[in-house]
């Protein structure tokens, strides 16, 4: 049986389905997620994607497995320099941070907020914690790691071999968001 989840964004006029299971389920601590949740943050009628120890929650899916609904006139981008290989992708519609693409990479990362507190996928593990900012107070309740791991490049390594090591392309993201 295939498990296919429908994302939306506040306004629901962009959406996206996830089919299958989730490479992974986690939180990311790092300097550049942290500086791209703060922007994302101050857009108009934009919901906050980072903790209150400024960690941001992800669910990774294999890019085969991610379908754009609607919406895909809506979708825009955000990176942090011109030149990255990483954009985060919000449905300018209502401002809704939909996902972070890395485009050289072979997954793209949904945003937690994506999903009812009870449909979220449990967090398996936080990474880059070395970045957290002084004084947060990071639970045990998953491994904390201060890099990504041994654990984290396996599962996506996993599956990129079950993709037969293909990297697609994220091709139905068009615009540039402005005003961030």
């Not at 498990?3 to 959406?15: G, H, I, M, V």
Request: glycine content about 8%; aromatic content about 6%; overall charge positive.
């Amino acid at each position: 049986m295939t498990t296919r989840t429908e994302l939306t964004c506040r306004c629901r006029q962009a959406a996206l389905r996830v089919d299958g299971p989730p490479i992974l389920s986690s939180e990311c601590l790092c300097a550049d997620c942290q500086a791209a949740g703060a922007i994302l943050g101050t857009l108009p009628g934009a919901a906050p994607v980072l903790d209150g120890n400024r960690a941001t929650r992800f669910v990774l899916f294999r890019k085969d497995r991610v379908r754009c609904l609607r919406g895909a006139d809506h979708l825009s981008e955000h990176r942090l320099a011109p030149d990255s290989k990483t954009r985060r992708v919000i449905a300018s519609c209502c401002n809704t941070p939909l996902f972070l693409d890395f485009t050289q990479g072979h997954w793209l990362s949904a945003y937690g907020h994506l999903w009812s507190a009870e449909d979220l996928p449990p967090l398996e593990l936080r990474t880059m914690v070395r970045d957290a900012p002084e004084g947060a107070a990071l639970p045990r309740d998953v491994p904390n790691l201060a890099t990504h791991g041994l654990r984290f490049f396996a599962r996506l390594i996993g599956a990129w071999a079950a993709m037969g090591f293909r990297t697609p392309r994220v091709d139905y993201v068009q615009g540039k968001l402005h005003g961030a």
